[in-house]
């Protein structure tokens, strides 16, 4: 097949070290032009960035205060959305479980095109891509006031506003670790907070819009405060490395010029080559899947029901038990640096996110024992810290299993897994609650699915490590005995399929 590398026997070549090759040699030859930045779409009027715009400067924290408005709204307002479910609910005389497909659509459809917008960002760009996204859910919002079904809520809040969100989603993840490098943990925390805060100012303000205008004027004004978005999105700049324009820069290599054909050929293929490259990032998204997806997603909306349906408080005082949740939120995810810190050097993020799932598991299925007011303020509060802990983590342990490059990609195929799980959740909540008339039934199916995904993690992902060492570890070996040289290597991969 090639005259260099005719004494070698490429079908002998295992499939995974063939994958596992690339990588090895991405990293290795620290190839002046980056995958992730060649694929991003650029916009012409944006400004070329060094290497330190990608640690710092004002561009990057910039970046930074982008993100955290856009987890403001695609985060934020499916764990605020309570007190709008509950008037729904009444509204329309429906069911706990078919009113709990609205929220089941906008999870679903918001985490299950997720990869669409790792799509979307190599086409047109971060910014375009939010900007689509922004125009796309508000004009959801704006429709739902019309609604005059609980099924037209379903197209509207649920899958029109959903998919604006599956846009936004990935990208307003992604293009953080874009910009900022060393300080990654830090900047991922003050983006992520953007969630804890809209938990934190979201149910009083909805209740507030509810009591004042009814629950169709409040999607209205919900449609206008979405929109923000789009100006938050203006701040995100197209990454571009720098290109020298000495002689020797103009003059690529032979094995630039290899590598550039093997990077270009494994960008146009499915992001869900990361589910064979890395072992571990399968164990974390199924683990979610089951936790967050099932476990977690349908718990916000039915926490204000449940805290009604015992009589806790007027409308008002149990938008506070959730804003109050929303703080311990906050304050969840300001600690993410000091707990990682921490335990850096005894355990993996992977584990701590586990863990942090685990005790989020536990404050369900001991929320029973809160009977009254300020008891369910203690549980909303106590649970709140796990909750923003272990969505503040995602992106770090998405970072850490699969680099910088791939975040985005890899944020979008989590969110499509969790996207499956999101969709059985809310309804089996609701589900629960309709058959046995208990809420209390339905937080113990939550919390158990919360603590069964952390304990998957805590006892599989020393396997799934080792795996994955022992396949670079061979992959490393098997090169090492190939007389081949780094060109030949590259063509050799792209030649045998590895992207196919």
Same mark, same amino acid.
């Given at each position: ?64 205060? +982008? ?41 679903? $459809?918001?985490? %299950? ?29 704006? &429709? ?45 925390? %003050? ?22 205008? +009814?629950?169709?004027? /409040? ?41 550039? %054909? ?19 990032? $399968? ?64 355990? /993996? ?5 586990? &863990?942090? %799932? ?63 799980? /999101? ?78």
């Amino acid at each position: 097949m090639f005259h260099c590398v005719d004494h070698v026997s490429i079908t002998q070549i295992d499939m995974q070290i063939r994958t596992q090759s690339i990588r090895l040699f991405v990293c290795d030859m620290k190839a002046s032009e980056s995958l992730s930045t060649r694929d991003v779409a650029t916009d012409t009027e944006d400004p070329v960035f060094n290497g330190q715009s990608r640690d710092g400067g004002c561009i990057g924290w910039l970046v930074v205060l +982008g993100s955290h408005v856009c987890n403001l709204f695609v985060f934020g307002v499916s764990q605020a959305i309570g007190p709008l479910f509950v008037v729904v609910q009444r509204h329309f005389e429906e069911s706990s479980a078919r009113t709990s497909w609205i929220l089941a659509f906008l999870i679903s $459809v918001q985490f %299950l095109l997720g990869p669409l917008s790792n799509v979307c960002v190599k086409k047109i760009g971060f910014r375009m891509t939010v900007m689509l996204g922004t125009i796309i859910s508000s004009t959801g919002y704006f &429709l739902s006031a019309f609604a005059n079904r609980i099924e037209i809520l379903y197209f509207s809040l649920g899958l029109v506003v959903g998919f604006g969100y599956a846009l936004i989603t990935p990208a307003c993840i992604g293009i953080v670790a874009f910009f900022i490098r060393k300080k990654f943990a830090v900047a991922n925390v %003050l983006a992520g907070c953007g969630a804890g805060l809209a938990v934190f100012i979201f149910p009083p303000l909805l209740q507030a819009l509810i009591d004042n205008y +009814g629950w169709r004027g /409040s999607v209205i004004v919900f449609s206008a405060l979405n929109a923000q978005m789009a100006i938050s999105a203006a701040l995100f700049r197209a990454p571009e490395e720098v290109n020298s324009k000495s002689d020797e820069s103009e003059q690529t290599s032979g094995e630039a010029k290899g590598l550039k %054909l093997l990077l270009s050929r494994t960008a146009d293929t499915c992001d869900f080559w990361l589910f064979k490259m890395y072992p571990t990032f $399968v164990l974390f998204t199924v683990a979610s899947t089951i936790s967050i997806g099932i476990g977690y997603y349908g718990l916000p909306a039915h926490l204000v029901a449940r805290a009604e349906n015992k009589n806790l408080g007027s409308g008002a005082d149990i938008a506070l038990i959730v804003s109050l949740m929303g703080l311990a939120g906050i304050i969840g995810r300001l600690v993410i640096p000091l707990i990682l810190h921490f335990t850096q050097k005894c355990m /993996s993020t992977v584990k701590v996110y586990a &863990l942090t %799932l685990c005790f989020a598991g536990l404050c369900n299925l001991a929320s029973p024992l809160a009977k009254n007011y300020v008891s369910y303020m203690i549980y909303a509060s106590v649970l709140g810290i796990p909750v923003g802990t272990f969505f503040g983590l995602v992106p770090q342990v998405v970072r850490d299993i699969v680099g910088s490059d791939f975040l985005t990609a890899g944020a979008g195929m989590t969110s499509f897994c969790v996207a499956i799980g /999101s969709l059985i959740g809310p309804p089996c909540g609701g589900y629960i609650y309709d058959v046995t008339t208990d809420y209390n039934n339905s937080f113990y199916f939550y919390g158990s699915l919360l603590t069964v995904g952390g304990l998957m993690i805590i006892v599989l992902e020393p396997y799934t490590t080792r795996r994955q060492r022992k396949a670079e570890s061979t992959t490393r070996l098997t090169l090492s005995n190939l007389d081949l040289d780094k060109v030949c290597v590259a063509e050799v991969a792209t030649q045998t399929g590895v992207n196919s």
